[in-house]
């Protein structure tokens, strides 16, 4: 009777979990279905398979890419160096503040500045974007580089609001490396920066590559940092904000508008199904040994 109370409750979740992703994946399943139509099959049955072909995604794509008020060779660009210079910084400097924090935690500054790491996890964008605003004009014109519209400005933006995820599933992870190791290689006259870079670097490989991939999703996907720092008008524009441009100038062309999205959607699905197994070991591994 047992056995059986627990395969129906077995059943039961599996379908709620089945009914879950079925509703999230259904506007990237629209998305990808109708990347694949033009935009009369599109506005007669958008749900339907009617007319989608993969010459007809061809054209989508060559009217998309050429297209140029997408520009999209050069958002992609910028998006691609945004990303990967704020997720090197992310990982190294977040390492170092972990290693740090971790080998000092029963100090009183150690604990104050990684309750502020974690403090700052909870507090909603929202709260401080007119603030971070109005700071990074001011900082621009003290040192007098620009921090708005400005690639140096949005990723030191980005190092500090991933920070704090950053340091806090490092930390957890280092905190479960002996120490031994560390005191070996001190007796071997090796420098705190050697030991870091020859020691404790390699062994956080598998947790850096889950907060890299964790990080990258959001910083690629990110609208609305890069929306209020660049401007949806400004010169340096990254994925999100010139989809966003794109679907203002073709209000009704559907098969434009979708297939620009999908191009936007492509790279971090394919990172993340690549790096998922990474994902979920990195967190284990971090979890387990914090």
Known sequence: MVGKE???KSYILTGVGILIALYVLFPFFLVVLNSFKAQASIVESPVAFKGASFGQLIKNLNAVINNSNFQFWYAFGTSAVITIISLVLLA?????????ISRNNKTTWATVIYMVFIASMIIPFQVVMLPLISTFRDVGKFIGISML???PGIVFAYCGFGGAMTVFILTGFIKGVPYDLEEAAAIDGCSPEGTFFKIILPLLTPVITTVTILNGMWIWNDYLLPSLMLG??????????????????????????LTAALLAIIPMVVVFLIGQKQIMNGMVEGAVKG
């Open 6 to 8: 627990k395969r129906t």
């Open 92 to 100: 190294v400097l977040g390492a170092m503040a972990a290693w740090v």
């Open 149 to 151: 519209q400005s690639i």
């Open 232 to 257: 949806q008008n400004g010169k340096v524009k990254t994925l999100p904000v010139a989809v966003q441009a794109f679907v203002g100038s073709y209000v009704k062309q559907w098969d434009l508008i």
